[in-house]
């Protein structure tokens, strides 16, 4: 059964970093593009950034420039690494697959703070 884990998250001020990371299990993880999505209150969940098998990378135009996105295929891990924080980044975190999406774990809330 597929399980995803969220973790990293916390408060950050505005312009600070924060590294998350997601251990992924069941998945099949190597032959999937992972991604990163994010929520708030009363808002749909959108993607942030998506990776390839192969380490070919996207982004939100909200993210680009400031968020970077890898993988671990060795460990079936996936990261975002975000820096320049703002209070609009402010959301729970999730990372799932792209494609074929499955059940979402608990996430991980980053506020950022001014």
């Known amino acids: 059964q597929a399980q995803l884990v969220e973790s990293g998250g916390g408060l950050v001020q505005v312009g600070g970093s924060r590294r998350l990371s997601c251990t992924t299990s069941?998945?099949?993880?190597?032959?999937?593009?992972m991604a990163w999505y994010r929520q708030t209150p009363g808002r749909q969940r959108e993607l942030v950034a998506s990776?390839?098998?192969?380490?070919?990378?996207a982004y939100a135009d909200s993210v680009k420039g400031r968020f970077t996105i890898s993988r671990d295929n060795a460990k079936n891990m996936v990261s975002l690494e975000m820096n320049s924080l703002q209070p609009e980044d402010t959301a729970v975190y999730y990372c799932?697959?792209?494609?074929?999406?499955?059940?979402w774990g608990q996430g991980t809330q980053v506020t950022v703070s001014s």
């Open positions: 799932n697959a792209k494609i074929n999406l499955r059940p």
């Open positions: 069941g998945i099949n993880f190597n032959s999937n593009t």
């Open positions: 990776i390839t098998p192969g380490g070919n990378t």
